[in-house]
């Protein structure tokens, strides 16, 4: 197996040659901190919005080598949480929240199209599955919400027979299923942004790490070699938000880590798995799974560790105890692979928001958003078009969503926050394993799992 830090979609995709880092003083309407979907969306909607914008990129690493070219490729809406929102913002909040979100799904489809970029796009819903009898019946009040606002058509329950329909494992149960999703490859999606943006004339320059932000008028981003001297700033930094004085206590840092198999269509046909779904189970630390396009099949778990503030630990993006843990509970869902082999595997870092939903917010010219606890790939789409519209001081539907300056929660500061969330997420992880299992949960362990929501924190699952 092959531990790969930059995950296995990278390299199918074939990174393209490097950008040039930025070399002296440039002028821009907009400057984009961040090479991901988020930095890359919001370059793409500002031009939408305003043909002939100067818009600069400003890319620490390389575009799309971050967690937008490596993850899990579910491209959702946000129906699953619709019950929540409406519960926290209102009724008409959630309903206007999901159907933005559900937009998204479509709209990259479509720009996939538009834009002849390959990213293996493929609509099919997303199957959120109880794979033990702690699980069922998770997501009754979320059903029942979206049934309420009129989304009984974007989520609904599904009886055992009806999973087992779409793909059969051993664990599988019921569930619900999110109607408006698709899955893509992640890293052709990211790549084939750059491409479109470089084809509009946005300077991109990678290698180029924003070391300091003045929020003056104009912005200045500076980086070792030059500076970017803007009207507006948007940071789409992803977990490294943390690190940012005004969002240090709206974040904190865990990891994902995927593992990939070989090609196996005799499995994908047995488990009449052949719709191209992509499926969740509805643990706290979930496992989600896809298949590709070579007839593979992608495992992940959000089991992996915490980071201190926003220190990058190497096992937030390989931590080998963590993938042997996400191979043995594939293997689990799918006892056809026994001897079959784990080519890839590789994680990264998920910027988790309190409340489990992405945040946009202002700070003068200044605007910002991350916190999309490890479902940003449709929700970045979203993401652009709301910060485009912030940069460019424009009013929008888009702008005024429950997720733009919503209420603050915020994180208990380090080190309280890394020391509470790993005993946090180590009792997550039990009480998860032990229900999987059928066996009763230490009083402690129930008790240390269930702080987060008796703190008001809607943390995973
Ligand atoms: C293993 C894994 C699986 C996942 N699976 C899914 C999934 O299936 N579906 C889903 O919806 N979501 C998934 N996610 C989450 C999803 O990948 C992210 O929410 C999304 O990619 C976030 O995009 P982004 O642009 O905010 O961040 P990123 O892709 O991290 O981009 C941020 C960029 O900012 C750059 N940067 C940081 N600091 C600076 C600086 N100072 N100056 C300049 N640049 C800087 C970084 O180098 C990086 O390229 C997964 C995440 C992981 C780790």
């Known amino acids: 197996m092959r531990h790969d830090a930059h995950g296995w979609w990278i390299g199918e995709a074939g ?13 821009a309407d907009v400057v984009v901190v961040g090479g991901g979907y988020l930095g890359l969306w919001t370059a793409w909607h500002v031009l939408a919005r305003a043909r002939g914008a100067r818009v600069v990129v400003l890319e620490a690493d390389r575009c799309g080598f971050g967690p937008s070219g490596r993850n899990g490729g579910f491209v959702n809406g946000l129906w699953d949480k619709v019950g929540k929102v409406a519960a926290r913002a209102g009724d008409d909040a959630a309903l206007a929240l999901a159907r933005a979100a559900d937009e998204s799904v479509h709209a990259i489809g479509a720009w996939c199209t538009a834009q002849e970029v390959d990213a293996w796009y493929r609509p ?30 974007r989520l609904s329950e ?5 999973v087992a329909a779409r793909c059969r494992s051993p664990l599988m149960r019921g569930g619900a299923m999110l109607h408006t999703a698709a899955t893509v490859q992640p890293a052709r999606l990211a790549f084939g942004l750059r491409a479109r943006l470089l084809g509009r004339g946005v300077r991109i320059h990678e290698h180029s790490r924003v070391r300091r932000l003045e929020g003056g008028d104009p912005v200045i981003a500076h980086t070792d070699s030059g500076a970017v001297l803007a009207r507006a ?11 940012l004085r005004p969002f240090r206590r709206a974040l904190s840092v865990a990891s994902s880590h995927i593992v990939l198999t070989e090609p196996v269509p005799d499995v994908l046909e047995a488990a009449g798995w052949t719709g191209g779904e992509a499926i969740s189970d509805l643990r706290t630390m979930l496992h989600y799974f896809r298949t590709t396009r070579d007839g593979r099949i992608a495992f992940g778990w959000g089991g992996g560790r915490m980071a201190f503030g926003a220190r990058r630990h190497p096992t937030t993006d390989v931590d080998p105890r963590v993938v042997e ?4 509970d594939l293997r689990a869902f799918f006892p056809a692979l026994e001897g079959r082999a784990i080519t890839h595997a590789w994680g990264g870092p998920i ?13 003068g010219r200044v605007h910002a958003g991350f916190g999309f606890t490890g479902n940003g790939v449709g929700p970045a789409e979203l993401g652009g078009r709301i910060l485009s519209a912030l940069a460019l001081d424009e009013r929008d539907p888009v702008t005024r ?4 300056e919503p209420a603050a929660k915020r994180f208990p500061p380090e080190p309280l926050r890394y020391a509470g969330g790993a005993l946090i997420r180590r009792a997550m992880v039990e009480r998860d394993d032990r229900l999987q299992r059928g066996e009763p949960v230490p009083v402690a362990v129930e008790l240390v799992a269930s702080l987060p929501r008796r703190m008001g924190l809607n943390l995973p699952r």
């Open 233 to 243: 700033a948007v940071v789409a930094v992803n977990h490294a938000a943390v690190g």
């Open 351 to 363: 910027d988790v928001s309190p409340v489990r939903l992405p945040i946009f917010r202002s700070l």
């Open 15 to 27: 990174p393209p040659p490097p950008q040039p880092p930025l070399d002296g003083r440039v002028e």
């Open 401 to 404: 969503l429950a997720i733009v």
């Open 158 to 162: 599904l009886t055992p027979e009806e």
């Open 124 to 153: 099919a819903p997303h199957l959120l599955v109880s794979a033990a009898p702690a699980q069922d019946g998770s997501l009754s009040e979320e059903v029942a919400a979206a049934r309420r606002l009129g989304g009984a058509g």
């Open 325 to 328: 843990r996400t191979a043995h």
